[in-house]
């Protein structure tokens, strides 16, 4: 066995060990199925990832930008100690709907505020709210809009801000200059603007497993921007 089944064969292995059923999290995945959203939230071992990255920062504020069924917003707002608070922004009202009633088994809707509507908007709105800085954000919604993302990111950011950003290596494609997806383009475009970037230090980790083969960016804010 090799290539995707293989990598699915590994992450059941791993979940089956790691990451005991749980309810919370299999109705995400099967409401969000049922709805017709597509599955292309992280993975469960990339979801305990950005719980781990949580805790391991001490995030008391997190922001989310993609929320789709709210998947990933349960494993990263578990991630919060019982003060913490997580904003997650999506544009499209049936998942924010779909995410809500997920939220809401999740024992969540105390901690997690959805904001409904294009992302750059609600990004200038928490700027200029004087919305106090993030501990983590995680990059997650239009793939053509991370390079704006990560701007407005650093805006709610301070030193010290761990900004993740999923699906930056697209099944390595984003190595290619000659791509025509608009998704390449958009991430190759965040990388150079990444790199450029003197306020931060980033690496990218490229991944394999249920989700196939794609990347994640850990971006570590070192200047109060
Ligand atoms: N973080 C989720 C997956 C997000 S998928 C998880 O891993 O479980 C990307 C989401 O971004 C989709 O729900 C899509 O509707 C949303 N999105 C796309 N463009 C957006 C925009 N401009 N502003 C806010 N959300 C957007
Ligand atoms: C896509 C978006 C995602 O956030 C993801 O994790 C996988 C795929 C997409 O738009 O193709
Ligand atoms: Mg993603």
New binding site residues.
């Given amino acids: 066995m090799t290539g995707q089944d293989q990598w699915s064969a590994v992450d059941s292995y791993i979940a089956d060990l790691f990451f005991p059923s749980d309810p919370a999290l299999e109705a995400a995945l099967a409401s969000s199925a049922a709805a017709g ?2 599955a ?3 993975s469960p071992a ?2 305990k990832l950005l719980h781990l990255l949580a805790r391991i920062q001490g995030a008391r504020r997190i922001l ?10 349960i494993w990263l707002a578990r991630g919060l100690p019982a003060d913490g608070r997580l904003i997650s ?4 009202p049936k ?1 924010a709907e779909v995410a809500h009633a997920n939220l809401v088994r999740a024992g969540l809707t105390g901690v997690v505020e959805i904001r409904l ?4 908007d ?1 990004l200038s709105q928490l700027v200029n709210e004087g919305s106090a800085p993030f501990d983590l954000i ?1 990059i ?3 793939k053509q ?1 991370y390079a704006d993302y990560l701007q407005w990111s650093l805006k709610l950011s301070r030193q010290g801000t761990l900004i993740i950003a ?1 699906n930056v290596v697209r099944k390595g494609a984003v190595a290619d200059p000659e791509s025509k997806d608009e998704n390449v383009h958009g991430i190759r475009k965040f990388n150079e603007v990444l790199a450029a970037e003197k306020r931060v230090t980033t690496t990218v980790i490229q991944t394999v497993g249920s989700k196939g083969y794609d990347g994640l960016a850990l971006i570590l804010v070192t200047e109060n921007p």
């Fill in positions: 959203l597509p292309i939230s992280v990339q979801g989310e930008l993609g929320t789709l069924g709210g998947y990933s917003t922004l999506e544009v499209n998942h509507g294009p992302a750059l609600t995680f997650d919604a239009d809009g999923d």
